[in-house]
């Protein structure tokens, strides 16, 4: 029997479990397809690393003796979709079976069930084990819990896998050591520069077919980004060495100028398939035995990938394909113009859109307190704003965007992933980072008509929610705070709020 084996953009490792079936004998296609590209905006620096990741691969493919066909986008016209590019080679006659590794996405998984009909052929889905916890195994977990907590997810993660533990207990006797990573940073000449990479001759091609053929947003030069298995190796190495040991201590922190600080960068190549779970975790848990960075940097990133990452998947799949559609809190204004140009004089918001635009990444804090509470306090349609971060992020795919984008940062899943909604006033942001010494607004006026507009949105929000919100028992003491306010003092905040939306 001869099988085909499609292999997608972000599924560019050697061992998925279709490239396993059969190591020697099967065709693979890969295609860079119009479809893909175009289902939302993508940034432009995301589209070249995925083309020019994929091209690698392909090449990694036929040295080891495989059988590739490629559809590159330079066809004239490109392939428009993945099942066109699939449709081509079973026309050939040449194949008795489809062999396909699951989707990160409902959209692809629920149009690939349709093709054994469509195409009059067996398809074989297998399930992704890229991951550590398999669709079963999160059943099990969730199976008659009330309530979905990451933390207790977690520490079952941990058991399984063994990492940083001592016997069956957590190294240092305890499973958690966020308490010891919430301190502002400031600019250090010693500060970690990220693992970068001069584009070869493939990724020079990919750049000036991007250049090309691909309008919209985002710069795509510079190009740094490995787009191979090698070098995404060195980048984690390069992370260890240089950022891991105050990974930890300055996980929230954000600084001007500053995109990368301490965070690792790894998310794009894990997502794509370069780098594996386990083996960044292994790496980071060896850093830690040997000395290197201390139990709250280790412990704080392994939770970062068994604890979050595997859970936000988990919860993906589980909550099915109309998750991404959810709006608890009946959110409904449209995305303010400035996510797409980074042009607001807010200047919190300002650097992260505007390293969003140049490097196609912000880091988490950025995205869950800036650009995120911004959008949850404002009352932006959440479905908007999830194709926003679907867009915008090298590292975006459905499977981990949305669950974070709808459920931990705007709460439309009404509670199902975070415990409560992350909205908070200017201050956070003030002792986080050091954007508020150069904004036009101040911080420290709640109400004025210079006022931070996080403060003034933030009580308008708590405001417009409170049928859905007062009850929850974290928010109790600031519904305390809203009722021992003045009318006038009420009044005031909502007033300056509705100035505020009103200029979006
Ligand atoms: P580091 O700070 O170095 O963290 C280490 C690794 O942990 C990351 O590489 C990532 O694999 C994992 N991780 C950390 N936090 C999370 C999380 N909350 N969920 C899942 N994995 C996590 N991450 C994505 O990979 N793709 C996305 O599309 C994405 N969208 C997000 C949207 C919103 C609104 C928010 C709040 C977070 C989102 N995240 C997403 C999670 C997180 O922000 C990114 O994983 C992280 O910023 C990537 O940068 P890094 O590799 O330097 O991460
Ligand atoms: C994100 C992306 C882009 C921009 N282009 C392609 C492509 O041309 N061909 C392809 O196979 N995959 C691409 N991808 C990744 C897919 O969108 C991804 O596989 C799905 O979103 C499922 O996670
Ligand atoms: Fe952002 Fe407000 Fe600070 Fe300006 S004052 S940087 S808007 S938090």
Redesign the pocket.
């Known amino acids: 029997m001869t099988d085909l084996v499609l292999v997608l953009g972000d599924q560019l490792n050697h061992d998925l479990p279709s490239l396993r079936q059969k190591p020697d004998a099967a065709d693979v296609v890969m295609a860079e397809v119009t479809a893909e590209t175009a289902y939302v905006w993508h940034h432009r620096k995301k589209i070249a690393f995925i083309f020019s990741a994929m091209r690698h691969f392909a090449d990694e493919l036929r040295a080891k003796g495989r059988r590739v066909h490629y559809h590159s986008f330079d066809e004239a016209p490109p392939c428009p979709d993945l099942a066109r590019a699939v449709e081509d080679r079973l026309k050939t006659g040449e194949y008795d079976r489809l062999i396909v590794t699951e989707p990160g996405e409902w959209r692809l998984k629920q149009a690939m069930e349709t093709w054994s009909e469509r195409f009059d052929v067996e398809v074989v889905i297998l399930e992704d084990d890229r991951f550590l916890c398999s669709h079963d195994r999160f059943a099990r977990w969730a199976e008659g819990r009330k309530q979905l907590r990451m933390e207790y997810f977690y520490r079952e993660m941990r058991r399984e896998t063994g990492l940083l533990m001592e016997g069956d207990k957590p190294a240092g006797g305890r499973w958690n050591y966020d308490a010891e990573n919430r301190e502002a940073a400031s600019s250090s000449l010693f500060m970690p520069k990220p693992f970068q990479v001069e584009p070869d001759a493939i990724t020079a091609d990919v750049l000036d077919l991007v250049e090309a053929r691909f309008e919209g947003f985002g710069d795509f030069r510079p190009f740094h980004f490995a787009v191979t298995r090698e070098d995404a190796l060195k980048a984690l190495d390069h992370?260890i060495e240089q950022a891991l040991p105050e990974?930890g201590t300055y996980?929230d922190a954000m600084l001007k100028g500053e995109a990368?600080l301490y965070?690792?960068?790894?998310?794009?190549y894990?997502?794509v398939g370069l780098l594996g779970?386990l083996e960044?975790c292994q790496a980071v848990e060896a850093a830690w035995k040997r000395g290197h960075a201390p139990l709250n940097a280790a412990e704080g990133?392994i939770r970062?990938?068994i604890g979050?990452?595997e859970?936000?998947?988990g919860i993906y799949w589980r909550e099915g394909p109309d998750y991404v559609r959810r709006n608890a809190l009946g959110a409904d204004r449209p995305l303010p113009d400035f996510y797409w140009s980074g042009e607001t004089d807010m200047a919190c918001l300002a650097a992260a859109i505007g390293q969003t635009r140049q490097e196609a990444?912000?880091?988490?804090i950025q995205?869950?307190m800036v650009?995120?509470t911004f959008a949850l306090i404002a009352g932006v349609d959440p479905h908007a704003?999830h194709e926003w971060?679907?867009a915008v992020?090298i590292?975006?795919?459905e499977w981990?965007?949305a669950?974070?984008?709808v459920g931990?940062?705007?709460f439309a899943d009404g509670g199902l992933l975070g415990s409560k909604p992350y909205a908070a006033s200017g201050a956070y942001i003030d002792r986080m980072s050091d954007y508020c010494a150069g904004c036009r607004y101040d911080v420290k006026d709640k109400t004025g008509p210079n006022s931070c507009p996080f403060n003034s949105l933030y009580w308008d929000f708590l405001a417009r929610n409170e049928d859905t919100l007062r009850n929850n028992p974290r928010l109790g003491p600031v519904y305390r705070n809203w009722d021992r306010m003045s009318d006038e003092k009420r009044q005031a905040y909502r007033d300056r709020a509705a100035e505020v939306l009103d200029g979006l």
């Open positions: 992370f990974f996980q990368f965070h690792s960068l790894l998310s794009a894990l997502n779970p960044i990133y970062q990938i979050w990452r859970y936000v998947r990444y912000a880091h988490h995205r869950l650009t995120g704003l971060y679907l992020y590292d975006a795919f981990v965007e669950p974070n984008t931990m940062s705007q």
